[in-house]
């Protein structure tokens, strides 16, 4: 959602107005793919449709994959950040929720920690960058 800002003569202060933002074809095309559907609008959040993103996921992504967690904010923050995800964890079998969504198993400064896939920064330059993209707009949007 776009946000734009103007200025009213009649009332001294400003406006919000939010716009909604148009879907892309493409993106709606992979994530209807993803979901095992052929057309129609996206479907909404619930355990069925999340096991099936997590099945589709569990094909398509190379693992293990380098991520990072948090987001990175300085050069230095790269390296203490990084992490490497090894796997994903069935939602079916793991705990989940309309929050967090399908947790990854990652490999962190030599501990295992399980975190959402959901915040961690997939490199733009990866092969798993838009598989990871397609699935966080899908969850954050329609659950």
């Known amino acids: 959602m776009s946000l734009a800002v103007f200025t ?3 009332w001294k ?16 095309s992979r994530i209807l793919a993803a979901l095992g559907l052929n057309r129609g609008g996206l ?13 589709y ?6 693992f293990p994959f380098q991520a990072h967690y948090p987001q990175p904010r300085t050069p230095a923050e790269r390296d203490e950040y990084a992490c490497t995800v090894l796997g994903l964890l069935d939602p079916r079998k793991y705990a989940s929720d309309e929050f967090s969504g399908i947790y990854c198993k990652t490999e962190k400064g030599g501990f295992e920690v399980n975190l959402p896939l959901l915040e961690l920064e997939v490199p733009e330059d990866g092969p798993n960058f838009q598989l990871v ?11």
């Open 57 to 62: 996921l569990s094909r398509e992504l190379s």
């Open 8 to 10: 009213d003569p009649c």
């Open 43 to 55: 479907s909404q959040f619930d355990e069925e449709n999340l096991a099936r993103y997590f099945e």
């Open 133 to 143: 993209e397609d699935y966080c707009h899908w969850f954050w949007n329609w659950r």
């Open 13 to 28: 202060g400003l406006k919000l107005i939010a716009e909604p933002v148009h879907e892309n074809p493409s993106r709606k």
